[in-house]
């Protein structure tokens, strides 16, 4: 008998995990049902391309054509409201019940709210989904100038397209730097120098105390200083979705506890992407919900494969600054750091331990960022090379030798 395999929610884990079910089960009926209104889109443009037409079709993950000819049937706008797992059952918010033999939930996060008094005015935004973008942008539209709470690539890419409509924009951080998961000190300190040529004011270490205003935002109290302002965004970090499975059998802890092969403690009930915990993190990265997807659809396909953590990649291009992060960059729990440097426009730094590159930032542009990725990646090891005299440039040379190399 032809298996229905069904996915709640229709971010990037779902999609990819639809797409590697099709690619074992040619027969099967494959059902995405997602709370929003949209087919599946790119989540990160709501940032990166805040002001561009979100509804366009450049946005969405898939066409609608690609559905049809892979033959997997989409439900936007279909929030399901309880899974029972004992009968293998899902109930749609309008009362529909959806019989299942595999299950994925693929749930996402919610943003964190800002414990903060007055967080609820008017005024004050935060953004994971489209109608929210979309809300943000129509309040802002005659508004002059906008407070955006988070140093965080997704809260400082929001800021630069702020500041590209034409508005003021000034970012508070609780954090002593910027970025400071991606970045090392003096690639913060450079990112803030930049920020500040755009003319944005930063604000570092700061203590929020309340949002003021009457029936909308006038402004935010930050250490005994008010920063009038017409709007307030903020991200500070997500949590992962776990509405739908309280009170169900399905083993949580921060997340939905999974292992490598995506699968929960119920049997045919797996989960994928940033609402999952794996080994006891919680991540909330786009590539790792990617290919959490893809290894979940190929389980659940009956096609054993184990879901490896991918290496953490961030290109950020804004406030005329391009640079990369990637991997594990920081320094008090590596070996040693290579660093090649001139004045504010070249940097690239490589972090290193136990004799291989783990993590590596760089000013260079993203086109030179692969042989790094590689090295990473591929573990290639140091051993050898004097890790104290040689240059960035010459170890790069010597680690593409090794790659070429037969494994
Ligand atoms: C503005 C922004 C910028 C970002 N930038 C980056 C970046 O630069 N780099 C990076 O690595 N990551 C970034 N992220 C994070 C990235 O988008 C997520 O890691 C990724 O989208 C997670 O994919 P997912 O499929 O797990 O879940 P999501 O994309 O969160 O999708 C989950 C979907 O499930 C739906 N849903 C929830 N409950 C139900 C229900 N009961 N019934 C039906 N549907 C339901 C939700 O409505 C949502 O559509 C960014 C996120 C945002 C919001």
């Not at 029936?215 to 920063?227: E, F, P, R, S, T």
């Amino acid at each position: 008998m032809m298996k229905h395999y069904c996915m709640i929610g229709t971010g990037v884990a779902a999609v990819n995990a639809a797409k590697a079910i099709r690619d074992v089960d040619k027969e099967a009926h494959i059902s995405l049902f997602g709370a929003e209104k949209s087919l599946p889109y790119n989540r990160i443009k709501l940032s990166k391309e805040l002001f561009s037409d979100l509804r366009s079709e450049k946005v969405l993950l898939k066409k609608e054509k690609w559905y049809e000819m892979q033959n997997i049937r989409t439900y936007p706008n279909t929030k399901i409201v309880r899974i029972n797992t004992g009968d293998h059952l899902l109930l749609t918010k309008t009362g529909d019940t959806i019989p299942y033999d595999k299950l994925l939930i693929c749930t996402g996060a919610k943003n964190r709210r800002l414990p903060v008094n007055g967080v609820d005015r008017r005024g004050v935004f935060t953004i994971r989904e489209m109608h929210e973008a979309e809300d943000f942008k129509a309040f802002i539209e005659d508004k002059a100038s906008i407070v955006n709470i988070g140093g965080g690539i997704q809260g400082l890419e929001t800021a630069w397209s702020i500041l590209q409509a034409g508005k003021k924009v000034s970012i508070v951080e609780v954090a002593p730097r910027l970025m400071a998961r991606q970045l090392d000190e003096k690639t913060s300190t450079l990112l803030k120098r930049k920020i500040e040529e755009a003319g944005v004011d930063i604000y570092l270490n700061a203590s929020i105390k309340e949002i003021v205003g009457d029936d909308q935002v006038k402004g935010i109290v930050l250490n005994d200083q008010l920063i009038s302002c017409d709007s307030v965004i903020y991200s500070i970090g997500v949590v992962p979705n776990l509405d739908l499975v309280e009170n169900t059998t399905i083993q949580t802890n921060r997340g939905i506890i999974v292992n490598e092969k995506m699968e929960t403690n119920i049997q045919d009930v797996y989960a994928a992407g940033d609402v999952t915990e794996l080994h006891g993190e919680v991540e909330g990265l786009w590539g790792r919900a990617m290919d959490q997807g893809k290894v979940a659809g190929k389980n659940m396909a009956s096609a054993t494969e184990l879901y490896e953590k991918t290496t953490p990649f961030t290109v950020f291009n804004a406030f005329n600054m391009s640079l990369f992060s990637i991997g594990m960059v920081d320094e008090g729990l590596c070996d040693t750091t290579i660093i090649d440097e001139d004045g504010d426009e070249k940097y690239t730094r490589i972090f290193i331990k136990d004799e291989k590159i783990v993590g590596v930032i760089s000013l260079e542009g993203i086109v030179a960022s692969a042989p790094y990725k590689m090295a990473i990646e591929n573990k290639i090891s140091l051993n050898g090379i004097s890790l104290d005299t040689v240059s960035v440039k010459e170890l790069m040379s010597l680690v593409k030798e090794r790659l070429s190399q037969p494994a």
